[in-house]
């Protein structure tokens, strides 16, 4: 199965943009379906975006629909999340996460490899 490195968190000012970044090992990227997670100190893991395998298929939470938006590159082993018009309440470690299935999960139970997480932080 896949391993995922995430990258990209920083520190940045409300209003700003980020752009994260999921590198996948192996050579089976294209077939597992995509997540990105989140959680802030002190709150369970939420969902953000997910993606399908070949990312003609997004869907969003409601907190980040319009700011956030998830794609994919099958040719880099790579899943991305632009994140736009931040705001302090998006502070968290941000998590991608992998299920080898086709169609879209939005449930953390259903995703079953994890990377080890980038911190976002957003100052007010």
């Known amino acids: 199965q896949v391993q995922l490195v995430e990258s990209g968190g920083r520190l940045v000012q409300a209003g700003g943009s980020l752009r994260l970044s999921c590198a996948a090992s192996?050579?089976?990227?294209?077939?597992?379906?995509m997540g990105w997670f989140r959680q802030a100190p002190g709150k369970e893991r939420e969902f953000v975006a997910a993606?399908?395998?070949?990312?003609?298929?997004?869907y969003y939470s409601d907190s980040v629909k319009g700011r956030f938006t998830i794609s994919r590159d099958n040719a880099k082993n790579t899943v991305y999340l632009q994140m736009n018009s931040l705001k302090p309440e998006d502070t968290a470690v941000y998590y991608c996460?992998?299920?080898?299935?086709?169609?879209?999960?939005?449930?953390?139970?259903?995703?079953?490899?994890w990377g080890q997480g980038t911190q976002v932080t957003v100052s007010s």
């Open positions: 996460a992998a299920r080898a299935s086709t169609g879209l999960y939005i449930r953390r139970t259903d995703y079953y490899v």
């Open positions: 192996g050579r089976t990227f294209s077939s597992y379906a």
């Open positions: 993606t399908n395998q070949n990312g003609a298929t997004t």
